[in-house]
């Protein structure tokens, strides 16, 4: 099983945007709710955006109204739009498995890729 690749990150002020993508494997990516989960410092990995395979989606309320997620099935990629960032946003993001319900317990077979560093200065 291959990990996800993500890609995206970077540096930006408070009230700037990025657009994370991440690329994962067809056996994980076909069949899956795929989502967006954020680890900050000594903080746990949460879920924040969740895309059903139909393309409806779910939002962390720390989130919604902020980040956009969208999947295109027919390149196995899905993508976070974060538009208004703030500070509180600051962390690694890793794409994955996930659940509409916002409540995926991931398991030892959800190999995880490096994520990239979103970070946003006040």
């Known amino acids: 099983q291959v990990q996800p690749v993500e890609s995206g990150g970077g540096l930006v002020q408070a009230g700037g945007s990025l657009r994370l993508s991440c690329a994962a494997s067809?056996?994980?990516?076909?069949?899956?709710?795929m989502g967006w989960y954020r680890q900050a410092p000594g903080k746990q990995r949460e879920l924040v955006a969740a895309?059903?395979?139909?393309?409806?989606?779910n939002y962390a309320v720390s989130v919604k109204g902020r980040f956009t997620i969208s999947r295109d099935n027919t390149k196995g990629t899905v993508y976070l739009r974060m538009n208004s960032l703030k500070p509180e946003d600051t962390a690694v993001y890793y794409c994955?498995?996930?659940?509409?319900?916002?409540?995926?317990?991931?398991?030892?077979?959800?190999?995880w890729g490096q994520g990239t560093q979103v970070t946003v200065s006040s």
């Open positions: 994955n498995r996930a659940n509409y319900g916002l409540n995926y317990i991931p398991s030892a077979y959800d190999y």
């Open positions: 067809a056996n994980i990516f076909s069949v899956n709710t």
């Open positions: 895309i059903t395979i139909d393309g409806t989606t």
